[in-house]
């Protein structure tokens, strides 16, 4: 009689809450460094040419992943429809909003504002969905929050906010409100039985033909400064920032929950502020070491935090 296989052949070499926190990392690295880079795409070219030239690389990349390992990108009609609710919140209109949002506030305040993004899902999720989130999960979103806001208090102070910025605020709560549903609608596909990079590769490409569609009948001008700085941050945001950094996400999101998954965008903040004192000069004290403290614990108490479950 064959003896049944032992747990300890398939036993993984690294525990789920050590591959979401390695993921966590590699997202937020990158994301750490696309405010930065979305800096050169601002100025001659049109934000909204920019952002569907950034994803319809990104799309196009993901399809090619996708067949060259076997996969498919066929999909049912409601996982279709999912999608494109994704792809309009996620990389339309979201994106559109963050680079026209940079051309008028720091990208540092952006980023302070997306912090907001773990709180914003486990509301929508909560109220849409009825899921139920754990103590631990709002305690930890929450810390993101106060800790990012802490550590980048100063940068805001000195943002000079005034009325002229008040748009550009805007911008940036509009585009995190729509990461927020972006995310609700990943997650009904991900219920329709959608698969991670098929169903992120469709959502970028309807998100691309949406944008696409508003500059067209917008009269947007689809000229393009071809610079050096233009085109490597281009294939950088596409390719890392789109490609990596998306596929990562919502692999995480699946496996951990949005709301662990969204509070990338509470760690990204201090990343940029490092690339910003590498690159723009800038000096930070004693309070962004304490706001930092409070992000990284925040991020402990969402990785032990249990997934959620239905009220």
């Known amino acids: 009689m064959t003896e049944p296989v032992t747990e300890s052949v398939t036993k993984p ?36 040419v920019s952002v569907v030239m950034r994803f319809a690389i990104a799309a196009a990349v ?15 009609r409601p996982q ?44 929508l ?35 000079g906010l005034g ?28 219920q329709a039985g959608a698969q991670v990079l098929p169903g992120t590769a469709w959502a970028m490409a309807y998100g691309t033909g949406a944008l696409a569609l508003y500059g067209l009948t917008t009269g947007v001008s689809w000229s393009v400064a071809w610079s050096p700085a233009y085109v490597i941050s281009l294939l950088y945001l596409s390719l890392f920032g789109s490609v990596i950094a998306f596929g990562l996400y919502f692999t995480i999101a699946r496996a951990r929950g949005y709301a662990l998954a969204s509070y990338i965008s509470a760690l990204t903040p201090p990343i940029a502020m490092l690339v910003s004192v590498m690159f723009e000069g800038a000096k930070f004290g004693v309070i962004a070491l304490v706001g930092l403290a409070l992000v990284l614990a925040g991020q402990l ?9 239905a009220a």
């Open 62 to 76: 993901l399809a090619l992943v996708v067949k060259a390992t076997g996969g498919k990108l066929a999909m049912t």
């Open 13 to 48: 070499l690294m525990s789920p809450a050590a591959l979401a926190l390695g993921g966590i990392g590699v997202c937020a690295l990158i994301w750490g460094t696309t405010w930065y880079a979305i800096t050169f795409q601002l100025g001659a070219v049109d934000p909204v």
């Open 301 to 309: 108490f969402l990785i032990r935090a249990p997934k959620r479950s």
């Open 125 to 159: 999720f909560r109220v849409a969905s009825k899921q139920k989130a754990a103590p631990a999960a709002w305690l930890g979103a929450g810390m993101g929050v106060i800790g990012v806001a802490v550590l980048s208090g100063g940068e805001v102070m000195g943002a």
């Open 80 to 123: 279709h429809l999912m999608a494109m609710g994704q792809g309009l919140f996620s990389f339309a209109i979201s994106y559109a909003f963050v680079y026209a949002s940079e051309e008028k506030i720091a990208s540092a305040v952006v980023a302070v504002i997306f912090a907001a993004l773990a709180f914003l899902n486990l509301i």
């Open 163 to 190: 009325l002229h910025a008040v748009e550009g605020v805007t911008f940036a709560v509009i585009a995190v409100v729509a990461s927020a549903f972006g995310n609700w609608f990943a997650w009904k596909g991900q």
